[in-house]
């Protein structure tokens, strides 16, 4: 449909509508306007509102597995935001204290050791470090922190990651380590072995 505000606002469709009795050479003239308007406009799809997009989800999860020997599983959700992306985990199974919590680049959990997720998500090359550093990973999400039970809940609004483009996490995995991340040692943190990995959800 042509969006009657920009009908008015349009001088080219103004004189269209607004069609001087003046000479025909005039009249041929605006007459070719008003074809514009009648055969090409309402297929430029320019007054279309745009396609939902497969592509771009709003909305994904990670079911998180513990690795052979251990015992951490879990559920991490990523939700699109305007202004960032939200990021929800809930876990149990650790031991109580912090533990390294990352996005790694290959959407892979199938050794034993979570090692075949690669490296933490590094789309821009850059040094690894804290969620609130300006120099991070993309997937440096910091520490996720047990209770004596070993339960662990995680809350973040993130605005480096994000579900489309080039820091996309979708499809990739996200691991959570046996010990801390301290933040600063490169390029992991020391966060010590793999406990629990799960693939983003596309
Ligand atoms: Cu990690
Ligand atoms: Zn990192």
Same mark, same amino acid.
């Given at each position: 449909m042509i969006n009657p505000v920009s009908i008015l606002e349009d001088p080219l469709q103004n004189d269209c509508i607004n069609q001087p009795e003046d000479t025909a050479m005039f009249r041929s003239k605006f007459l070719m306007s008003c074809l514009f308007y009648a055969v090409i406009m309402p297929n430029t799809g320019y007054s279309e509102a745009p396609a939902a997009d497969a592509a771009d989800p709003k909305k994904t999860q990670a079911r998180l597995a513990p690795t052979i020997g251990n015992t951490a599983?879990?559920?991490?959700?990523?939700?699109?935001?305007?202004?960032?992306?939200?990021i929800k985990a809930e876990m149990t199974g650790l031991t109580q204290g912090?533990?390294?919590?990352?996005i790694h680049e290959k959407g892979d959990c199938s050794s034993g050791?979570?090692?075949?997720? =690669?490296?933490?998500? &590094?789309?821009? !090359?850059? @040094?690894? $470090?804290?969620?609130?550093?300006?120099?991070?990973?993309? =997937?440096?999400?910091? &520490?996720?922190? !047990?209770? @004596?039970? $070993?339960n662990a809940r995680?809350?973040?609004?993130?605005?480096?990651?994000?579900?489309?483009?080039?820091?996309?996490?979708? $499809?990739?995995?996200?691991?959570?380590?046996?010990?801390?991340?301290?933040?600063?040692t490169?390029?992991?943190?020391a966060a010590g072995a793999r406990v629990a990995c799960g693939v983003i959800e596309q």
């Open positions: 599983s879990g559920t991490v959700t990523f939700t699109q935001q305007a202004d960032g992306t939200l912090p533990h390294g919590f990352h050791d979570g090692k075949s997720a =690669g490296g933490h998500f &590094n789309p821009n !090359a850059t @040094a690894h $470090g804290g969620p609130d550093d300006r120099i991070r990973h993309v =997937g440096d999400l910091g &520490n996720i922190k !047990a209770d @004596a039970s $070993g995680y809350e973040r609004l993130d605005t480096v990651v994000s579900l489309h483009g080039a820091n996309s996490i979708v $499809g990739k995995a996200v691991i959570v380590h046996a010990g801390r991340d301290d933040l600063t490169q390029p992991t943190g």
